[in-house]
């Protein structure tokens, strides 16, 4: 079955820097977009990012431009998020999701941004 | 950025009635592409409707979807126990992708 699975998250000062991971297994990972949404405590859904297949097209949130970077391996069927200057805001559990229409979900990795 | 606008914030129903739920976006959406999410506490969202009035697979006929353009609907036709959570929608046609802000189906 398919399974998306975060890893990554912890707690990190302002202005530091994290990289998650997202492993997929149960579907050719190759064929599908993928994307970073993130949810801050007891707040609404938050699109941050997508990639493309095969890296041609990304494209970010406003609030995180220049700051996160999305990347993908094929290879190994992994998705990344390269989160960088992290300020308190991004504090969050993220997520990433299947597809352009966000089809199939992981369970999310907490990031608390706290000095 | 295309902003997308949930309303009610809050709906207070009794198990058996029927849900409608409004989602308006600030520019007409690519080709219909918008989904409705439902999620619980504690869990990750899923994937109710996809292209504004699909039903993904596995999704109850009583959730249902309808709009184009700028306004669109989510319909649950009679609401079980387990319905009562937040709904969330969001476009995926232009960038950058949003979600409305959510509505809360709370047991009356």
């Known amino acids: 079955q398919v399974q998306l699975v975060e890893s990554g998250g912890g707690l990190v000062k302002p202005g530091g820097s994290l990289k998650l991971s997202c492993a997929a297994s149960?579907?050719?990972?190759?064929?599908?977009?993928m994307s970073w949404i993130r949810q801050a405590p007891g707040k609404g859904l938050e699109w941050v990012s997508y990639i493309s297949t095969t890296t041609t097209y990304t494209n970010y949130a406003d609030s995180v431009k220049g700051r996160f970077t999305i990347s993908r391996d094929n290879a190994k069927n992994l998705l990344y998020l390269q989160m960088n200057s992290l300020g308190a805001g991004d504090t969050a559990v993220y997520f990433c999701?299947?597809?352009?229409?966000?089809?199939?979900w992981g369970q999310g990795t907490l990031v608390t941004v706290s000095s | 950025e295309i902003v997308l606008t949930q309303s009610p914030g809050t709906l207070s129903l009794s198990p058996g009635e029927r849900a409608t739920l409004s989602c308006r976006a600030s520019q007409s959406l690519s080709s219909s592409y918008l989904g409705w999410y439902q999620q619980k506490p504690g869990q990750a969202p899923r994937l109710l409707i996809y292209g504004a009035s699909s039903r993904a697979t596995g999704i109850p006929d009583r959730f249902s979807g309808s709009g184009s353009g700028t306004d669109f609907t989510l319909s649950i036709s009679r609401l079980e126990p387990e319905d009562f959570a937040v709904y969330y929608c969001?476009?995926?046609?232009?960038?950058?992708?949003?979600f409305g802000q959510g509505t809360k189906v709370e047991i009356k």
């Open positions: 999701a299947r597809g352009n229409s966000l089809d199939q």
């Open positions: 149960g579907f050719t990972f190759s064929d599908y977009y």
């Open positions: 969001h476009q995926y046609g232009n960038s950058p992708r949003t």
